[in-house]
């Protein structure tokens, strides 16, 4: 089935400096993925989508700036946290969608298993 | 902007027992899909079942089935013979057709489902 790979599983960092989490669909290509954000207990918040070619659509109150999104192939998005703050300590999902299928309805969200962001 | 509300934060049942998690939603699209998704330990979201809104007929996936009311915009997920690894949280939630694709996710809060032995 397809898969969704995301890196690293979990990652220790200092305020005040950013990280990367890659987000890569192994056998399939995703024009689109999207980057959720869960807080320990509760649901998962979209954060933004992000389509292969094209600047990510944020959603409202998640700071562009702040979460930098780059999908520069059919099978690699990354988010960049900048400045990472202990607020932004969280577990970070992304999904992404098999764009050979022709409806949303053949083409199964995939999620990959989640970066937990610690910043101390 | 749709909405999408569990309102059992936890539930608990016997192994073999049958367990229905209720949700409901708000929208104004008349096109869309409604999904429950199992979130174990791991944190792997796991798609349990799905629906289509233009569709009638409740979804079924062998012990997991679905109520879908669309009228009164409830989706209901009845769990038949729950067994030990059906412990995780449930999540339903709530996806416009978007024409092209895939289209972000909105989620309800979780019902944190525990099997007992």
């Known amino acids: 089935g397809a898969v969704v790979s995301q890196h690293p599983s979990w990652v220790i960092c200092k305020s005040g400096t950013s990280v990367k989490i890659e987000c890569r669909s192994l056998d399939f290509q995703a024009t689109t993925m999207f980057w959720y954000r869960q807080f320990p207990k509760q649901s998962l918040m979209l954060m933004a989508t992000?389509?292969?070619?094209?600047?990510?659509?944020?959603e409202q109150g998640v700071e562009k700036d702040k979460f930098l999104i780059n999908h520069a192939s059919l099978t690699l998005s990354t988010l960049t946290v900048t400045s990472a703050h202990p607020e932004d300590s969280s577990f970070y999902i992304c999904?992404?969608?098999?764009?050979?299928?022709?409806?949303?309805?053949?083409?199964?969200?995939?999620f990959g298993n989640g970066t937990r962001l610690t910043v101390t | 902007a749709q909405t999408v509300t569990q309102s059992q934060p936890e539930m608990s049942v016997q192994e073999a027992e049958t367990v229905t998690l209720s949700c409901t939603y708000d929208t104004s699209e008349s096109n869309y899909y409604l999904f429950w998704y199992k979130q174990p330990p791991s944190r792997q979201m796991i798609l349990v079942i799905r629906q289509e809104a233009y569709k009638q007929q409740n979804a079924t996936e062998n012990r997991f089935s679905v109520n879908f009311q669309k009228a009164a915009k409830s989706f209901s997920l009845k769990i038949s013979d729950s067994q030990l690894g059906d412990t995780a949280m449930y999540f339903c939630a709530f996806m416009r057709y978007s024409g092209g694709g895939a289209d972000g996710l909105t989620f309800g809060k979780g019902t944190h489902l525990i099997i007992q032995p």
């Open positions: 992000s389509n292969e070619g094209s600047k990510a659509t944020y």
């Open positions: 999904s992404a969608s098999d764009s050979g299928r022709q409806s949303s309805y053949n083409s199964p969200l995939h």
